[in-house]
């Protein structure tokens, strides 16, 4: 259609708006990555607790202790595939799941240069909202058990 066709069929005073966009189909599977986190969190310090009174075998505590950065590679996987049609770099994924504390730095530099410092950011404070629910649900496990004795 030519604009001049195209412009009559617009009301008067009405400007055409941007093209619609297609929602990005990795957001959903990010955010479940970061709920998995949250979950994992609350589980967590009833499964410290737990092991601790020994009521929970330790082989537990390994196990938590490999989520985290299990499900921050996972993170660190959809957000790489949403931005690059390049495969994900195998030394960076080793890097991530043995030393995240390095791993994930140096993925958000590479992934958004000089604003990777937004992302490490905003990760530390996620971490920390995990920590809180961890504490939180660790507590709530010793009301618990102290009102059921």
Known sequence: MDTETENHLLEPGIEPGPPATEPDPLAPRKRRALRFLALWSLFSGFAIFLAEEALLPDAWLTLLSFAYPL???WWCWLDHAQR???PFPR???WL???LPIAGFPVYAFRSRGRRGWRLILNAIALFGGYMLL???SGAIAVI???LIE
Request: hydrophobic share 70%.
């Open 134 to 136: 961890m504490i939180a």
């Open 71 to 73: 499900a921050a590679t």
């Open 96 to 98: 991530l799941i043995l």
């Open 91 to 93: 030394w960076l994924t």
């Open 84 to 86: 690059s049609d390049e």
């Open 144 to 146: 618990a058990l102290v």
